[in-house]
């Protein structure tokens, strides 16, 4: 079956600080990752995703996730935080038989402090 | 820009009401979704939908039915409310049930059943 585990419930970083969000994830055909972000109010927008090839992705708003397949791990992050960051974060995952349907984490909210 | 909208952003209902949660997607897309957003749990499949009158249960359809009359409306039905459905409701949309299609969410909908 698969699932996703996102451990950290809350983290609070420093405006300026960098940032990891960390996510694994079983899946028993090759997975394909995503991480999207929920800002106070709003629905989920898409950071970013990955499918294959580099394992190092870009996204928007200067986010970045690197898939390691021996961790089970597609890890986010951010060099230096803005408070505008602050929003929850879902990682996700999902694969060719899957219908275009998600499994989503628990979600990490996170808080940036001044 | 893909629109997501759901007609309502709160709502407010009694215990045994018939509710409807509606929503509508503005670019001609195949799949439509309903998700359920609860604290520390994520998101979770509720219903989905690859077509037109078709629908597929999710992981958690008991006490819910979908209708999708038309290819840009899905709506969500609750027969008898009852206060374990207070949630927030999100509904979301994509292209097609190819993995690589992003879903697009709207904002949500935060029911009260009580």
């Known amino acids: 079956a698969q699932s996703v585990t996102q451990p950290d419930i809350h983290i609070t970083v420093s405006e300026g600080a960098s940032l990891e969000l960390r996510c694994n994830y079983s899946?028993?055909?090759?997975?394909?990752l995503f991480w999207y972000v929920q800002s106070p109010g709003q629905g989920l927008q898409l950071l970013l995703k990955?499918?294959?090839?580099?394992?190092l992705v870009q996204g928007i708003k200067g986010f970045e996730a690197e898939f390691k397949r021996s961790q089970s791990s597609f890890n986010l992050r951010k060099p230096s935080v803005h408070w505008s960051d602050a929003a929850e974060y879902f990682c996700?995952?999902?694969?060719?038989?899957?219908?275009?349907?998600?499994?989503f984490g628990s979600g990490t909210q996170v808080v940036v402090t001044p | 820009d893909v629109k997501v909208t759901q007609s309502s952003r709160y709502l407010v209902k009694r215990t045994g009401e018939k509710v409807f949660l509606e929503c509508v997607q503005d670019m001609d897309h195949e799949n439509m979704f309903w998700y359920r957003q609860d604290p520390g749990l994520g998101l979770r499949l509720i219903y989905f939908?690859?077509?037109?009158?078709?629908?597929e249960k999710g992981d958690i359809p008991e006490g819910y039915s979908v209708s999708r009359e038309k290819k840009e409306r899905f709506s969500l039905i609750l027969e008898s409310a009852s206060t374990n459905q207070t949630s927030m409701y999100l509904c979301a949309s994509s292209l097609s049930t190819e993995i690589n299609s992003p879903l697009h969410f709207g904002n949500g909908t935060r029911l009260t059943v009580t």
């Open positions: 939908s690859y077509d037109v009158k078709m629908k």
């Open positions: 996700a995952v999902g694969g060719t038989d899957s219908w275009g349907k998600l499994q």
């Open positions: 990955y499918f294959s090839g580099d394992t």
């Open positions: 899946y028993g055909a090759t997975p394909y």
